[in-house]
């Protein structure tokens, strides 16, 4: 629980005001990903996600207009960070098997260290509002085409590229469920460690 006047930042505000209202904002964002993971999209509701901040759950109709409305944003939040820090090992790794193990490396690092919260609303997101249902799908495609595109470069048979994909997002979906990060392993070891794992059923021979 804290204020939601502390935490992170928006998306570069001019005015001391606004950057204030990003960074509650933000920690609006972060405390309903955590509650609609926890409780799924249909048992969230905004006395649960305000509970987390201290506050009234009337309040943070100041902020957003409807709990679909704040999904999208919950959604969205991380999806064009993600999205663009995994672009830039695309467009910087010409090698295709240390680019995808670069990939691999960085979504481990997204998801135990820096969006840990919003795993589970893009990996096992249920929600029953078609315009959510298909933000969700979309996401997930876009995401995964950043994976499949590189896989394609590494096994030529299309079927055997998308087992192992399958097998790598299986790993990933259920990542932050059973990492400790006040463990032994910090999350940069567990990345260098997993990405290792993640790739190799992509180098064995057979097309």
């Known amino acids: 629980m804290g204020s939601l006047t502390a935490g992170g930042a928006g998306e570069a505000p001019v005015t001391?005001?606004?950057r204030k209202r990003a960074e509650r904002v933000a920690r609006l964002?972060?405390?309903?990903?955590?509650?609609?993971?926890?409780?799924?999209?249909?048992?969230?509701?905004?006395?649960?996600?305000a509970a987390e901040l201290d506050l009234?759950?009337?309040?943070?109709?100041?902020?957003?207009?409807s709990k679909e409305e704040l999904f999208l944003r919950c959604l969205r939040q991380s999806a064009a960070d993600v999205s663009a820090r995994l672009r830039a090992i695309v467009e910087a790794e010409p090698e295709p098997r240390e680019r995808l193990r670069r990939l691999f490396r960085e979504q481990v690092l997204i998801e135990v260290r820096?969006?840990?919260?919003?795993?589970?609303?893009?990996?096992?997101?249920?929600?029953?509002?078609?315009a959510l249902?298909?933000?969700?799908?979309?996401?997930?495609?876009?995401?995964?085409?950043?994976?499949?595109?590189?896989?394609l470069e590494l096994r030529?048979?299309?079927r055997k590229a998308r087992l192992c994909l399958e097998i790598a997002y299986g790993t990933l979906?259920?990542?932050?469920?059973?990492y400790d990060p006040a463990g032994e392993v910090g999350p940069a070891e567990l990345a260098d460690e997993l990405a290792e794992l993640l790739v190799a059923p992509f180098l064995s021979t057979g097309g």
Do not use: C, M
């Open 133 to 151: 249902q298909e933000a969700v799908l979309s996401l997930r495609r876009e995401h995964a085409t950043v994976f499949e595109e590189t896989a």
């Open 29 to 49: 964002e972060r405390a309903a990903a955590r509650v609609f993971a926890l409780h799924g999209y249909e048992g969230a509701n905004f006395d649960l996600i």
């Open 16 to 18: 001391r005001a606004e």
């Open 156 to 158: 030529t048979d299309p």
């Open 56 to 65: 009234r759950g009337a309040s943070l109709y100041y902020y957003v207009s």
């Open 114 to 130: 820096d969006y840990p919260e919003y795993v589970p609303l893009f990996f096992k997101a249920r929600v029953s509002v078609p």
């Open 173 to 178: 979906a259920y990542l932050p469920d059973w």
